[in-house]
């Protein structure tokens, strides 16, 4: 598999006029992440437009993949899509939402969001036409040999060029999970908590009374 | 049989792929078919009953039977569910436990798509299954298949944790993301298998698999006796066989992979003889049998846990317990002079 589209990229580089194989791939992702994460901004009920979403990672992982960034591309599918949007839609499932309630306030705020998207776009422009993109500036890098191995790659980068920066990133995560945690141990005294130390070691005796009743009147105990 | 080399060879590669797809899918469903029988049977044998015996010579069409039945019963959607999402549902759970079969290498020449990250690729594609719990009970538009979701959903996402971190400490003694290095860094016999230098991943690995396909002790998501069927009660027909189809699927899938990453793949037990004379393939589907066979064994042996203890089972105590054995990898791979029992 992997050997033959490498094969592939080295014709696209060869300024092919037809459409390779790795192009119609290519362009069937992309069409399915535009139009998947214009669903997410359209549909009106959340449970779908978080599933559209889910659909835009997935395409998007795809498109990674054909970038030889498998890597990346199976840690998208199995951090966003295998963890995070299963919460995400765990939340919005349980959310009781009033879709006329949500139209009302369109009008109101629709001014606000056009300044939002025209100040974006523009941003968006600007960067796009500076020149500092495109093939002159950064030109499509080469395939690489079958044997090539993005994971390997990647972690020799992070672990030696960029070891403190990945560091750091740890270090903010690891603050980041302890004061998630730390919010759950808000204790009230009101609430009755279960002791699982106390349920574990918990005999029989300790709950359980046999006793002896007569269930007829000639079966005297 | 050069000729048809020959021919096999001039096949465009997108045949030769959906040939080779179909040579494992279709053992597959066969498979899980009579996994089903088995499951009946076995549990059966536990209850000091027969099992299915009607259908067939001692019950074994049975599976053929059941299949054809729920083909041409009706499909139901239920009025006020969400159409689209009601149909795609049974889909979106068996297509994920269908695709991780293609990287699992079922001898060192025989896998069909030898990825380099296919450890990653299985985790990936597997934490996908939830979503078809999910939408399904969301879809349903129904108190139990909600509640079944939603149980679903906190069981899986608890799980794949501590999941994930044993799959670490294997990546850590293989020094390789890929099944087939994985095994390959196994050979030489039983002593070499990683269920031992890594016991405690291996016994999380297993229990986790058990909780990540929804099984009894772990059946919360079903639990037919507190909320009907969970997340399919409102299924009928070829949707509740493909959901059907996914879980014994899964079940098979944690099979194997607990077969590739901690007993040696296609492996035999030692280098002599006796055990050499048999071939890879035969070892590394009686190592599945045997790991699928403990899957029925639970179910007829253990009662259904509380929902809160599987919780407290999966955060604090399985994922501490990874964490440690992780460590103790890392010592005992670089500072000891265990280090190459450990990989």
């Not at chain 2, 293989?174 to 039983?190: F, K, T």
């Not at chain 2, 099984?215 to 909320?227: C, H, K, L, T």
């Not at chain 2, 071939?279 to 064994?297: E, N, R, S, T, Y």
Request: hydrophobic share 55%; net charge positive; charged share 15%.
């Amino acid at each position: 598999m992997r050997v033959r589209s490498r094969v592939r990229v080295r014709q696209t580089l060869g300024t092919a006029k037809t459409v390779t194989f790795l192009q119609l791939i290519f362009y069937i992702f992309a069409t399915v992440l535009v139009g998947a994460s214009l669903m997410v901004i359209t549909v009106r009920n959340p449970v779908r437009a978080a599933l559209f979403l889910v659909l835009a990672f997935f395409s998007a992982a795809c498109l990674w993949l054909t970038l030889e960034a498998e890597f990346l591309a199976i840690t998208l599918v199995l951090v966003y899509v295998g963890a995070v949007m299963v919460l995400f839609l765990f939340v919005i499932m349980m959310l009781d939402v009033n879709i006329a309630q949500m139209r009302a306030g369109f009008a109101r705020y629709l001014p606000l969001g056009l300044i939002v998207a025209v100040v974006m776009a523009g941003e968006l422009t600007l960067v796009m036409l500076s020149g500092e993109f495109g093939l002159q500036q950064a030109p499509r890098p080469a395939g690489h040999a079958a044997d090539y191995s993005n994971t390997r790659a990647l972690g020799e980068v992070i672990y030696t060029d960029y070891v403190f920066a990945f560091e750091l990133a740890a270090l903010i995560l690891l603050v980041a999970i302890i004061a998630a945690i730390s919010l759950t141990l808000r204790r009230r005294p009101q609430t009755r908590n279960q002791s699982p130390k106390d349920q574990v070691r918990v005999r029989k005796q300790d709950r359980l009374r046999v006793v002896r009743m007569p269930t007829s009147p000639q079966d005297k105990p | 049989m050069t000729w048809l080399l020959a021919f096999w060879m001039e096949l465009p590669l997108i045949v030769q792929l959906g040939v080779k797809i179909v040579a494992i899918i279709g053992p597959l469903m066969v498979a899980v078919a009579y996994y089903t029988l088995a499951e009946r049977k076995v549990i059966g044998y536990m209850h000091v009953r027969i099992g299915p015996n009607r259908v067939g010579p001692r019950g074994l069409l049975q599976p053929i039977a059941d299949a054809v039945k729920l083909m041409f019963k009706e499909m139901i959607v239920p009025t006020n569910a969400d159409r689209y999402l009601f149909v795609i549902a049974p889909i979106l759970a068996l297509a994920p436990a269908l695709g991780a079969w293609a990287v699992v290498p079922f001898t060192d020449t025989l896998v069909l798509a030898d990825v380099n990250a296919s450890l990653l690729y299985v985790l990936a594609l597997t934490s996908m299954g939830v979503y078809g719990v999910v939408v399904a009970g969301w879809a349903s538009n129904s108190k139990y298949a909600f509640l079944g979701a939603m149980r679903s959903a906190a069981q899986i996402v608890a799980y794949e944790i501590a999941m994930g971190f044993a799959l670490v400490g294997v990546l850590m003694a293989a020094g390789s993301l890929n099944l087939r290095e994985i095994v390959l860094a196994q050979s030489g016999g039983m002593h070499q298998w990683f269920f031992i230098p890594l016991f405690p991943l291996f016994l999380v690995y297993l229990i986790s698999g058990v909780a990540e396909t929804n099984r009894s002790p772990f059946d919360v998501a079903e639990g037919e006796s507190e909320i009907v069927a969970g997340f399919h009660v409102e299924y009928s027909g070829m949707g509740f066989a493909v959901f059907f189809l996914a879980e014994y699927a899964n079940m098979l899938l944690i099979s194997a992979l607990t077969v590739l990453m901690f007993l040696g793949g296609w492996h035999a037990p030692a280098q002599i003889p006796p055990f050499v004379w048999i071939p890879g393939l035969f070892w590394f589907f009686g190592k599945l049998a045997v790991i699928a066979f403990l899957f029925l064994w639970f179910r007829a042996t253990f009662p259904r846990y509380r929902y809160d203890q599987i919780m407290r089972l999966g955060w604090k105590v399985f994922i501490p317990v990874t964490l440690v054995w992780i460590t103790v990898i890392g010592v005992a791979k670089f500072f000891t002079p265990f280090g190459h029992w450990f990989g």
